[in-house]
């Protein structure tokens, strides 16, 4: 597999332009009813018309059977071999907002949930109450005291925040308090180094606290924290590809991914349709551009098949935006597959399309699960992504004489 060092041999910098258009937890699996998964069902005329003029294939955010987190299926999209540069999700969501997160801090990433009577989980997203709701909720968490350490809470997006601790000797060596799944109770958190121990005792103080000031609400009466990291440093997209990197996201988190690997993170708006917009306000500042659509994967882990087939069919009506700015390579596939059927991330290969002018297209009828599997790229890591759409891009010069 090809390694950063060898790129970094061959590439050079030229005019021409990248767009690697992500729809998260875009790879699903046939509705029982139906037989078709999300994307068969979905109409998508612009992306099956692209299709028969791309290089198709499934790629594998990990490695075959391993179902990866949101962090690392992006990471390995992005050419950074996730089991070598690990990121933590709760810096991720901190950084995305915009909080200051220095050397030795630990971040965590939180839901509000619903507690019942018994003690459990009743809905880790707590309805996925509103945004205002949730800031209000945070200003609540902070009459929390603990021993010597600082701390700030501030609201993300619906149910979910973060908070960064602050102190001397705190670990990110902790496990997560969520339990993934509704009906059983939340987890202390443990350490997982001997050095982490009191770091555990004081994020479990946090959670009790919080607890107690949430008891009488409803629905988020309780807190679930899940991502323990840490501030790391990797080398950045300009230093690795030589390239003038953008990202347009929604979401926070993916922001600050992006931030992470020396990506300019633009304004992009409410929907796809302002993040291609985006695209096309910065097309001369930019030779990559990173664009991100968060429905696909909210709608899958929801469960709800129809709302992700929608999200789809949004995502398809910006495929002619970006063609007209023509770009040297469109690719677009997703980070990981969220099947409506399981409720959640999968470890099912995910559907990859890569448009230029030096494919050699084999006329793939859609752009599909099934269609992608016979595709001529087939089955392949995500972490070879970027190599090939440099390649195709013709930044990449030859190797060995």
Same mark, same amino acid.
């Given at each position: 597999?090809?390694?950063?060092?060898?790129?970094?041999?061959?590439?050079?910098?030229?005019?021409?332009?990248?767009?690697?258009?992500?729809?998260?937890?875009?790879?699903?699996?046939?509705?029982?009813?139906?037989?078709?998964?999300?994307?068969?069902?979905?109409?998508?005329? $612009?992306?099956?018309?692209?299709?028969?003029?791309?290089?198709?294939? =499934?790629?594998?955010?990990?490695?075959?059977?391993?179902?990866?987190?949101?962090?690392?299926?992006?990471?390995?999209?992005?050419?950074?071999? +996730?089991?070598?540069?690990?990121?933590?999700?709760?810096?991720?969501?901190?950084?995305?907002?915009?909080?200051?997160?220095?050397?030795?801090?630990?971040?965590?990433?939180?839901?509000?949930?619903?507690?019942?009577?018994?003690?459990?989980?009743?809905?880790?997203?707590?309805?996925?109450?509103?945004?205002?709701?949730?800031?209000?909720?945070?200003?609540?968490?902070?009459?929390?005291?603990?021993?010597?350490?600082?701390?700030?809470?501030?609201?993300?997006? @619906?149910?979910?925040?973060?908070?960064?601790?602050?102190?001397?000797?705190?670990?990110?060596?902790?496990?997560?308090?969520? +339990?993934?799944?509704?009906?059983?109770?939340?987890?202390?958190?443990?350490?997982?180094?001997?050095?982490?121990?009191?770091?555990?005792?004081?994020?479990? @103080?946090?959670?009790?606290?919080?607890?107690?000031?949430?008891?009488?609400?409803?629905?988020? $009466?309780?807190?679930?924290?899940?991502?323990?990291?840490?501030?790391?440093?990797?080398?950045?997209?300009?230093?690795?590809?030589?390239?003038?990197?953008?990202?347009? !996201?929604?979401?926070?988190?993916?922001?600050? =991914?992006?931030?992470?690997?020396?990506?300019?993170?633009?304004?992009?708006?409410?929907?796809?349709?302002?993040? !291609?917009?985006?695209?096309?306000?910065?097309?001369?500042?930019?030779?990559?551009?990173?664009?991100?659509?968060?429905?696909?994967?909210?709608?899958?882990?929801?469960?709800?098949?129809?709302?992700?087939?929608?999200?789809?069919?949004?995502?398809?009506?910006?495929?002619?935006?970006?063609?007209?700015?023509?770009?040297?390579?469109?690719?677009?596939?997703?980070?990981?597959?969220?099947?409506?059927?399981?409720?959640?991330?999968?470890?099912?290969?995910?559907?990859?399309?890569?448009?230029?002018?030096?494919?050699?297209?084999?006329?793939?009828?859609?752009?599909?699960?099934?269609?992608?599997?016979?595709?001529?790229?087939?089955?392949?890591?995500?972490?070879?992504?970027?190599?090939? !759409?440099?390649?195709?891009?013709?930044?990449?010069?030859?190797?060995?004489?």
């Amino acid at each position: 597999m090809v390694g950063f060092e060898l790129v970094q041999d061959l590439v050079h910098e030229s005019p021409s332009k990248i767009i690697l258009f992500v729809m998260d937890g875009l790879g699903g699996l046939p509705h029982p009813k139906t037989g078709q998964t999300e994307l068969e069902a979905a109409y998508t005329p $612009n992306l099956d018309r692209l299709a028969r003029q791309s290089q198709c294939g =499934l790629i594998d955010p990990i490695s075959p059977g391993i179902t990866p987190g949101s962090g690392p299926a992006h990471l390995a999209l992005f050419g950074y071999d +996730p089991l070598r540069f690990l990121i933590g999700r709760g810096v991720l969501e901190a950084l995305g907002i915009g909080m200051e997160v220095r050397d030795g801090d630990v971040a965590a990433r939180g839901n509000f949930c619903t507690m019942d009577e018994q003690g459990n989980i009743a809905d880790r997203r707590a309805g996925r109450v509103a945004t205002e709701r949730n800031a209000q909720l945070c200003r609540m968490l902070e009459s929390i005291s603990l021993d010597k350490v600082e701390f700030r809470v501030t609201a993300v997006k @619906e149910h979910r925040f973060a908070v960064v601790f602050r102190g001397a000797d705190l670990s990110d060596q902790l496990t997560d308090t969520d +339990p993934q799944q509704n009906g059983l109770p939340p987890l202390p958190v443990r350490a997982t180094s001997p050095g982490a121990q009191r770091t555990a005792e004081l994020a479990n @103080e946090f959670i009790a606290q919080a607890g107690a000031i949430l008891r009488e609400e409803r629905p988020a $009466n309780m807190v679930l924290l899940r991502g323990f990291s840490r501030l790391p440093h990797l080398p950045t997209m300009a230093q690795v590809y030589k390239l003038r990197s953008a990202a347009i !996201a929604i979401y926070p988190m993916y922001k600050g =991914l992006a931030s992470l690997v020396g990506m300019q993170v633009v304004p992009g708006g409410t929907t796809v349709a302002d993040e !291609a917009d985006a695209v096309a306000v910065h097309w001369g500042q930019y030779d990559f551009f990173y664009m991100h659509h968060k429905a696909t994967d909210a709608a899958g882990e929801d469960g709800d098949f129809e709302r992700k087939v929608k999200a789809i069919e949004e995502a398809d009506a910006v495929i002619p935006r970006l063609l007209g700015l023509k770009p040297d390579v469109l690719m677009v596939t997703g980070d990981h597959s969220t099947p409506a059927t399981l409720a959640g991330h999968s470890w099912h290969p995910v559907p990859f399309l890569l448009y230029s002018r030096w494919v050699r297209a084999h006329g793939a009828a859609s752009f599909c699960e099934s269609d992608c599997a016979l595709g001529e790229l087939g089955r392949f890591p995500s972490v070879q992504v970027m190599p090939l !759409a440099l390649a195709h891009a013709l930044k990449l010069d030859k190797y060995g004489a």
